[in-house]
């Protein structure tokens, strides 16, 4: 990736007032508004009208939240440390148990394309429940499908389901036939994955890892598709020759450009233009980690979770805090590449 010319946005954004007291795991935006559902380690679901500034609902729960997703703009799951995946309605304040992992649940989608809720979980399997269903979890279970390893990170594009695990393992599903993965990798990056999101378009998935690397993969075996894939280095300090490399926690697609933001452990965010391996913007840099990071369904607001994911253990840190940036057209359009002049 080319990252000459890429311009600093100043000012952090819009802070949000009440943010978690510990940890936030996840933060999205809905597809239906600029509502945003937060979950965090100080084992809250909270719900914010980002463009108000105001904190609409609390969940608490009896241990950390590790994810959390909307499933309307009326109702939400969350993903425990306590095994517990929870349906959290905003409306009157009430939850319910949805079902159970035999660990902590670490992650949660929503899948519109088959109306189930998807869970990975550090108990290396990934389950589907029918949030329809009634009389308890048994009702809801779809189906428990086993993995090679403890479950970080999962990605839905239409009825494609892409779960990235311990071990550097990934596994593509057709959640319309679950029984088998459609295709078993690995990941190409050398060290652990920290997170996948699928491209907008459905063609493959941006997969990152602990050691500053972002790969870019391709759903079509083929081989002129394949020869398509590579790597890039980002989230990276070199000071008197010695290079410090940070974790790259978070992903998120532009939904009209598809453009990425990526987020490290070293305080930045930076926009990707992936067809064109280019760095388009970096903003400037965040008092604490990038933990996590979320587009609003028009691509007009990015929330920015600036939060200590304990990369170097347990020592004083900034507050955890919540910003909402408005994004200008020219920190995420492609920027077309330019003709080469007539001879």
């Not at 990736?1 to 949000?16: D, F, N, R, T, V």
């Not at 959390?68 to 304040?93: M, P």
């Not at 035999?102 to 394309?113: N, T």
């Not at 304990?310 to 330019?338: C, M």
Request: aromatic share 10%; net charge neutral; hydrophobic share 35%.
């Amino acid at each position: 990736m080319s990252a000459a010319a890429a311009p600093a946005a100043m000012g952090s954004g819009k802070e949000l007032a009440n943010p978690p007291t510990d940890g936030i795991s996840n933060l999205r935006f809905s597809n239906h508004s600029n509502n945003l559902l937060v979950s965090s380690w100080d084992k809250t679901v909270r719900l914010y009208d980002a463009d108000a500034n105001v904190l609409k609902g609390e969940f608490v729960h009896p241990g950390p939240v590790l994810d959390c997703c909307f499933h309307d703009d009326s109702s939400g799951f969350s993903a425990g440390a306590d095994h517990t995946v929870r349906r959290l309605v905003f409306s009157s304040d009430k939850e319910d148990v949805l079902g159970r992992h035999d660990g902590p649940v670490r992650c949660v989608e929503y899948s519109y394309a088959a109306g189930q809720v998807i869970t990975g979980s550090w108990d290396k399997t990934v389950k589907c429940w029918d949030p329809r269903g009634v009389s308890g979890p048994e009702r809801t279970l779809v189906g428990t499908y086993s993995q090679p390893e403890r479950v970080y990170s999962l990605s839905l594009v239409g009825n494609r389901l892409v779960v990235a695990t311990a071990g550097r393992h990934v596994n593509i599903y057709d959640l319309r036939n679950m029984s088998q993965p459609e295709q078993k990798r690995d990941s190409s990056l050398k060290y652990q994955t920290r997170c996948v999101r699928c491209f907008p378009n459905g063609t493959g998935y941006a997969l990152s890892s602990v050691e500053g690397r972002v790969s870019m993969e391709f759903f079509d075996l083929s081989e002129a598709a394949q020869s398509k894939k590579y790597a890039f280095k980002c989230h990276r300090k070199s000071e008197a020759g010695r290079d410090t490399v940070y974790p790259v926690n978070a992903i998120a697609f532009h939904p009209i450009y598809g453009t990425f933001a990526t987020g490290g452990c070293d305080g930045f965010v930076n926009v990707w233009d992936g067809i064109n391996k280019k760095r388009l913007y970096q903003y400037s840099k965040y008092a604490s980690s990038i933990a996590a990071l979320s587009f609003s369904k028009d691509g007009h607001l990015l929330a920015v979770a600036s939060s200590y994911t304990y990369e170097e253990g347990e020592k004083s840190h900034e507050p955890d805090a919540i910003f909402i940036r408005t994004v200008n057209e020219v920190e995420v359009k492609p920027k077309p590449k330019a003709l080469a002049a007539p001879q």
